[in-house]
């Protein structure tokens, strides 16, 4: 009885865990080179720009941007990454361009999977070890 409890145990521990990192994580992009991010930026087709240590994600209303193999409409203005470079300029093109933007936090998800996991992991050998 007790191996059959730790296997439910870990089988219900699994199943929290894959539920939190598909409820936490960012719907799905498409990564674009940044040299296709700035003409976008001065075409002014891009949105929602937020701009992380070393990535800008934002939101393309450029059609030609192909849409994820997730996205069902394609008609949807469409998410993307991209990395950043090195590039002095850029907020004063996204101001005369018009283009709303904020700052962010790089969060890929690693940071929630691996806490969750580690704190996780640790109260499941807490309570393993007591029986």
Do not use: C
Request: aromatic residues 8%; proline residues 7%; charged residues 20%.
């Amino acid at each position: 009885m007790d191996g059959r409890w730790q296997a439910v145990f870990f089988g219900t521990l699994l199943v929290i865990v894959v539920l939190l990192e598909v409820f936490f994580l960012p719907s799905p992009t498409q990564d674009i080179p940044y040299s296709q991010f700035k003409q976008l930026v001065q075409a002014g087709q891009v949105a929602d720009l937020k701009i992380g240590a070393t990535t800008i994600q934002g939101t393309s209303l450029d059609k030609t941007v192909t849409p994820p193999p997730e996205t069902t409409t394609p008609a949807q203005p469409r998410r993307f990454t991209t990395t950043r470079v090195e590039d002095p300029g850029l907020v004063v093109e996204l101001e005369a361009h018009g283009i709303a933007f904020s700052g962010q936090t790089d969060n890929t998800g690693l940071t929630l999977s691996t806490s969750s996991k580690q704190r996780f992991g640790g109260d499941a050998a807490r309570l393993v070890s007591r029986h």
